[in-house]
């Protein structure tokens, strides 16, 4: 569900800034297992993933050699720390830099957003996904956990029931450790300041942030409206403000 979400509004930005058929130089930081940076080399743009987990880059050069050649050779994959994005690559080597699911796990993110907006050249995009730390009450307010809930209104850590990895798709962590949520003012804030200001930005998982991990999805039919309802919550307020994730989306002035 959050893939298709978040790939979705990507695909929209990346739309309305560039031509139809542009081959676009697109950096995966902390791409986990690979499946966005695989979509992305599918529809025909060079991708490079960033990858700190042994584990998670084994999964991805695994998948990667199930694709066909013409789509292999579109695809590099480097084990490093989105931290390090200068020892790797030239700034303004890239047409987009995605970061999905990683800021949690920074504690101090702004010296890391920084670098990666450096990669980007003149006008492009970095798409960020996030955990909402202004909606860290819904999930256990909707489930009854009132002491939970109010104790979330205290704090900018989420403690996951899971893995927090399983949730955003990066390297696992222990269940039940807290992991960093962002708020969208202070990261409005921030990217203005590394000079890529926001440009849009989208709630993800409005409706199903409480649908337990290990549930099936429904039927084709029913499937497609609940994706057009959370697509459609994500874009609308005051729906998106309350969304577990926002994915925002900065441009390189």
């Known amino acids: 569900m959050r893939r298709e979400l978040v790939a979705r509004q990507l695909d929209e930005q990346i739309a309305a800034r560039y031509p ?4 676009l130089r697109i950096l995966d930081v902390g791409m986990g297992q690979g499946a966005q940076a695989l979509r992305l080399a599918r529809a025909g743009h060079a991708v490079t993933g960033l990858e700190s987990s042994p584990e998670m880059l084994k999964a ?23 931290r390090d994005t200068g ?45 909402n730390a202004d909606a860290l009450a819904m999930r256990p307010g909707l489930a009854g956990d009132w002491s939970g809930a109010l104790a979330a209104f205290e704090s900018d850590a989420y403690s996951p029931k899971v893995p927090a990895a399983l949730e955003q798709g990066e390297p696992p962590g222990p269940p039940g450790v807290p992991v960093r949520a962002d708020r969208l003012e202070a990261l409005t804030a921030t990217l203005a300041g590394i000079a890529a200001p926001l440009h849009a930005w989208y ?14 999805l429904p039927a084709a039919e ?3 409206r609940l994706l ?9 307020e005051p729906y998106r403000r309350v969304a577990a994730l926002l994915h925002l989306c900065g441009v390189r002035g």
Do not use: K, W
């Open 20 to 23: 139809v058929g542009q081959r």
């Open 60 to 82: 991805a050069r695994e998948a990667l050699a199930t694709e066909p050649a013409g789509i292999r050779e579109r695809v590099r994959l480097i084990q490093g720390d989105g």
């Open 87 to 131: 020892v790797h690559f030239l700034p303004g080597s890239f047409d987009v830099v995605l970061c999905h699911g990683v800021l949690m796990y920074v504690e101090e993110p702004d010296a890391m957003l920084a670098g990666l907006a450096r990669m980007l050249a003149p006008g492009g995009l970095l798409s960020l996904l996030v955990r």
């Open 203 to 216: 709630g993800v998982r409005v409706f199903t942030d409480n649908v337990p991990n290990d549930e099936g």
């Open 222 to 224: 029913d499937l497609e």
């Open 228 to 236: 057009a309802a959370e697509d459609r919550a994500g874009r609308t």
